[in-house]
């Protein structure tokens, strides 16, 4: 397993038991992570990733009136979303810094 699959996974896992459990700090974490996890999204896949986080920041919201797991997955769609959003951050970056460069 090569370090960018062991990043994404932490990250998630993160983000999941983040959303279940009550984490000091586990905003700052995941906004970590993200960024780190940004920078090993592969040029091929940016925009298919930028796409999915769009659909994270909508989505959480929307599962809330489940009832009993409701919660549940609003909080861990809503860790995700902030990985995936700080991810994007890093993706954005590195793309510009890609496109500038001569």
Known sequence: ??????????????AVVAGVVTIPQAAVVIAVI???GGYFVEEDRR???LVATLALVVIPGA??????VGGYLTAILTSLSGLFSAAACTVIVVTT???IKP
């Not at 994404?8 to 993160?14: A, K, S």
């Not at 599962?63 to 009993?68: Q, R």
């Open 1 to 14: 397993m090569d370090i960018a699959k062991i990043i994404r996974l932490v990250g998630v896992l993160f």
């Open 97 to 99: 810094i890609e496109r």
């Open 63 to 68: 599962l809330s009136s489940i009832p009993v």
């Open 34 to 36: 993200g960024l780190v």
């Open 47 to 49: 925009v298919p990733f």
